[in-house]
């Protein structure tokens, strides 16, 4: 579904980000959602190098993105926004109470069990790759990443998904393979590489992580 500025959602992301950021921001997970449900949204899009809008922390108490504010709705943190997203859309969540609770289960392990050891490792990699205690750290945070992912992947075996059928426990997930772009550990596992292609392969996602570029094309293209 298209960005359109009178939708009834909106989502908040940023105008702008470095490039290794970019394809990479948590409103890239909210914008799949929105796109898997069929769901138009609009977009307000802030500045990442200036202040917050004083009303922002209202919406969000940490200033972060994305929100999304449906009506009298107002969420924030994305597993939060899925969730809510996945009450409007089978393709999310599933109908079958037992298949909806280990498809929520997914998504609470992808923010609880795997993304914090792949955000430090990504965290030394991009700002501290040089210092000191980086480089002694990085080895032990490595070996962990490799084995919450060995743990994932023993899991998914054969299967193309993690359990009979897509749902919003892969999308969050394969976001957080995302994370370790360019650091050749996901390719170790070559069916959580294929989890991952396979969830990218999907227009929803297509069209989700180009709605995202064109907010930073058109900011730099307008500087």
């Known amino acids: 579904m298209p960005v359109r500025p009178d939708a009834t959602i909106e989502i908040s992301a940023f105008s702008w980000v470095p490039g290794f950021a970019r394809g990479q921001v948590r409103d890239l997970r909210v914008r799949w959602a929105l796109e898997e449900a069929g769901l138009d949204y609009r977009e307000r899009l802030l500045d990442p190098r200036t202040e917050r809008p004083k009303d922002y922390f209202r919406e969000q108490p940490f200033g ?8 009298p709705v107002r969420l924030f943190e994305t597993g ?29 392990a992808s923010l609880n069990s795997v993304e914090p050891s792949l955000l430090e490792l990504s965290t030394i990699d991009i700002f501290n790759p040089d210092a000191e205690w980086a480089k002694a750290r990085r080895p032990e945070v490595e070996k962990k990443v490799r084995g919450r992912l060995a743990r994932l992947s023993d899991w998914l075996g054969e299967r193309d998904y993690l359990e009979d059928r897509f749902s919003a426990g892969d999308l969050m997930m394969s976001t957080m393979l995302r994370i370790l772009e360019g650091k050749d550990i996901v390719e170790s596992f070559p069916n959580l590489a294929a989890l991952q292609a396979r969830c990218e392969a999907r227009p929803a996602f297509q069209r989700a992580l180009a709605a995202q570029l064109d907010a930073f094309a058109r900011h730099d293209a307008a500087a």
């Open 80 to 108: 939060a926004i899925v969730l809510y997203l996945g009450e409007r859309s089978e393709v999310l969540l599933p109908r079958d109470p037992a298949a909806r609770a280990r498809a929520t289960c997914w998504i609470i």
């Open 64 to 71: 972060q993105v994305p929100i999304l504010n449906d009506g």
